[in-house]
């Protein structure tokens, strides 16, 4: 059993852009190799849609500096039982749980962290800054996408945040960010093609839809729009919002990630599509830093 007292959700300053801050540390478990505090900047990866890796960085308290391989979701159950990162057996808001910020620490947890120390907590910003830029292009990407491949329905569907047919919504299976970039699966089986998607066509005028999206993005780049993440509450648990202003207007998704503050951040991103597989689209998205 770790040790633990009554706790609340994690409050979590990271859609701020936070990198450090302190927190009073509520929960360890020497097995686990976690340590969770009231408050964090981490931004922990999420066990139910894992798009985006949990930041890294360091957590002290006093003297003793210990290193934060990745920041996870945990949950504590109404009856005690603590569960990490992928062993959550529910998902992600589920009733009878407490939910937190993990930091998963290498090696032994030192005696001096301990339910009641005040941790100070920093994240690698390096790491965070990229996987912000990635986790931003990655939206832009998949509207751009959107855009460019709404003439190829001929069925109403959908529509995206900025008026174009949900193929994102509709295909998208996987989304891995990284440091500068992400790698997308969108299926374009039957029931797409039955929702009214011309899979031939798309197949046919694939070149010229991965030019059109590079385009859309150069230009979205180019305008140097904010972008912005609206929450609801201050704790793990509350809706958060990615916005951002394009050219044809605000544009906003759910979204539980980091981004960036402003598209300046960007010199530019491009896409490459890959259909060797004709029912998997692979959407791979490079960013070049500003
Ligand atoms: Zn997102």
């Known amino acids: 059993m770790p040790e633990t007292q009554s706790l609340q959700p994690t409050f979590v300053s990271f859609p701020r852009g936070a990198l450090s801050g302190q927190g009073e540390v509520v929960l360890v478990d020497r097995e686990a190799g976690v340590v969770v505090t009231d408050a964090t900047p981490f931004h922990p990866v999420d066990h139910t849609w894992p798009d985006q890796p949990g930041d890294s960085g360091v957590l002290s308290v006093g003297g003793d500096r210990v290193v934060v391989t990745e920041a996870v979701m945990a949950a504590l159950g109404d009856d005690g039982a603590f569960a990490v990162g992928t062993d959550i057996p529910v998902k992600r808001g589920a009733d009878g749980w407490t939910w937190l910020v993990a930091h998963r620490i290498e090696g032994d947890i030192p005696a001096s962290v301990t339910v009641g120390a005040t941790a100070v907590l920093e994240v690698d910003a390096a790491r965070r800054g990229g996987l912000s830029r990635g986790h931003t292009a990655c939206h832009l990407a998949s509207l751009a996408l959107d855009a460019a491949l709404a003439d190829l329905w001929h069925k109403e569907t959908g529509v995206d945040p900025l008026g174009n047919p949900d193929f994102e919504g509709r295909a998208n299976q996987t989304s891995f960010i990284h440091a500068d970039g992400s790698v997308d699966e969108y299926r374009l089986g ?37 972008s912005r993440i609206d929450v ?34 960007f010199a530019s991103i491009t896409v490459a599509l890959d259909l060797s597989d004709p029912q998997l689209l692979v959407m791979t998205t490079s960013v070049t830093p500003a």
């Open 190 to 226: 039957k029931s797409l093609r039955k929702a009214g998607f011309d899979s031939a066509g798309f197949a046919e005028s694939l070149q010229a839809r991965q030019d059109r999206i590079n385009e859309l993005l150069a230009g979205w780049v180019a305008a140097g729009g904010e």
């Open 232 to 265: 609801e509450g201050p704790s793990i648990t509350d809706r958060r919002t990615w916005r951002s202003v394009l050219p044809g207007g605000e544009v906003g998704f759910l979204c539980g990630g980091t981004h960036v503050r402003s598209l300046q951040a």
